[in-house]
Nanobody, 115 residues
């Protein structure tokens, strides 16, 4: 199982970014997927989750209404569209999938929101 995030970068407050999580090594459409983030010196926190079919999506209160999680099962890729970014959103973002009861994480992609 391999998860590879991409799409991070440096943006100004109010701008947008779309993160991608390319999955391989398992049947992507059989597993839900989540995005987490970790700020320096803090615990990793859950940001959003999506069911295997994409029908069910949930968000942390801090990002609801600004972030959208989605997936393309044909491409084995998950996405996190981040709009109206704030400095507080600066973190390393990770995707996670649970396969056969085991959690797998990507290596993370850094998002910096700064003027």
């Amino acid at each position: 199982v391999q998860l590879v995030e991409s799409g991070g970068g440096l943006v100004q407050p109010g701008e947008s970014l779309r993160l991608s999580c390319a999955a391989s090594g398992y049947t992507f459409s059989n597993s839900g997927m989540s995005w987490y983030r970790q700020r320096p010196g803090e615990e990793r926190e859950w940001v959003a989750g999506i069911s295997d079919s994409g029908d069910i999506r949930n968000y942390a209160d801090s990002v609801a209404g600004r972030f959208t999680i989605s997936r393309d099962n044909a491409k084995s890729t998950g996405y996190l569209q981040m709009n109206s970014l704030k400095s507080d959103d600066s973190a390393v973002y990770y995707c996670k999938s649970v396969v056969n009861l085991k959690s797998y994480w990507g290596q993370g992609t850094q998002v910096i929101v700064s003027s």
